[in-house]
């Protein structure tokens, strides 16, 4: 008996190796070929045998798949103004995948653009959300759209996460629930210049600036690259919207626990209304047409590289190791 628990589904197979992507039922959402490839890895398979993907090896005891799933979201600020981008896929167990929104807009045309992005614990995200409407609807004399600079939404903002994180915090420690989460907070009110804050868990936040023009919550690893070497202060903010979905695509590429719709907003600084914003499904055309068209270029780019200078001699002849008396001296610094 092989058992998988996929983040959508678990499946039971009585059969004596892994099954391939044929024999799955039809999911939420399409597996593809290469991810079910993927999905078969070795790394990904807890056995007493070894499992190859290519000559499907045989098992000898169960299967178990899991993973905890993340989500991303992306700010960029540039001199020229602000995108907001974020996926959609959550979850409440590796048995239930759904999607939520993740990108939030606060705006009050003409006077204030307030773009919110949210991951971790969805019920602690779920109600800081819901606290910023209360206070909105109450007309409270502190909210989202009575303080006067992006600093102190900032600070605001920070103190509801602390808040409900505080509230809840001794029942999810008692029973192992991870309770952390983060937001990204981008915007201009008018009197000064478009902001972007990553806020904590614990309430305190820190700022974009034009030395590092972006920041990231969830799932960075596979998507900031490409930010690292392209964005800058000075890039205008079509490219940097593009840059935003190059950076979610290369995220979805590696990691099947984010995932669409898409969800991306553009600001142009000093205008106070958000003008551009689109939704990307799964197996949107343009998604597609722009993945295939950057993994064409990248193929060219890499084609179009210089060959690597090989040096010629044994590999003995290189000293790879330090010395004895450098490794003394290292011991004794």
């Known amino acids: 008996m092989i058992k998988i628990i996929l983040p959508f589904c678990f499946l039971e197979f009585e059969t004596g190796c892994l099954p391939t992507v044929e ?17 078969a890895l070795p790394k990904l398979a807890q056995s007493q045998e070894e499992y190859h993907s290519e000559t499907g090896d045989r098992l000898s005891s169960d299967v178990i798949l899991g993973w905890v799933l993340v989500t991303y979201c992306l700010g960029i600020v540039t ?46 995200t779920q109600e800081v959300l819901t606290i910023l409407r209360r206070d909105l609807r109450a007309q409270a004399d502190v909210s989202l759209h009575t303080l006067p600079n992006m600093y102190e ?36 009110i008018r009197g000064e210049e478009t ?19 972006f920041l990231q919550i969830g799932e960075t690893k596979y998507g900031k690259p490409i930010l690292d070497r392209t964005l800058s202060f000075e890039t205008p903010i079509e490219a940097a919207a593009k840059y935003a ?60 590289m210089p060959e690597i200078e090989w040096q010629e001699g044994d590999l003995a002849d290189i000293s790879l190791l330090p010395s004895t008396s450098s490794h003394e001296s290292m011991q004794n610094g």
Not at 79 to 102: H, W
Not at 271 to 300: G, T
Request: hydrophobic share 40%; proline share 5%; with cysteine.
């Open 23 to 39: 024999d799955m039922p039809d999911f939420r959402f399409p597996i593809e070929r290469d991810v079910w490839d993927w999905l």
């Open 195 to 213: 902001c972007l804050y990553l806020i904590y868990s614990q309430g305190n936040f820190l700022q974009a600036t034009p030395e590092t023009p």
């Open 153 to 188: 939404v900032a600070r605001y903002v920070g103190s509801k996460v602390r808040q409900v994180i505080e509230t809840h915090r001794p029942w999810l420690q008692q029973d192992k629930i991870d309770y952390q989460c983060s937001f990204l907070l981008g915007g201009q």
């Open 245 to 304: 979905l190059l950076s979610l695509d290369s995220t979805m590429k590696s990691n099947i626990s984010v995932g669409p719709p898409l969800n991306i907003v553009k600001y142009a600084a000093n205008s106070f209304l958000i003008k551009h914003r689109v939704e990307l499904v799964l197996r949107d055309p343009f998604l597609i047409k722009i993945r295939k068209y950057w993994e064409a270029s990248l193929r060219q780019a890499f084609e179009g």
């Open 79 to 124: 001199r020229f103004g602000l995108v907001m981008a974020a996926d959609s896929r959550t979850n409440a167990g590796v048995d239930y995948i759904s999607t939520y929104q993740k990108l939030f807009d606060f705006s009050v045309p003409g006077e204030r653009v307030i773009l919110l992005c949210s991951a971790g614990n969805l019920s602690i």
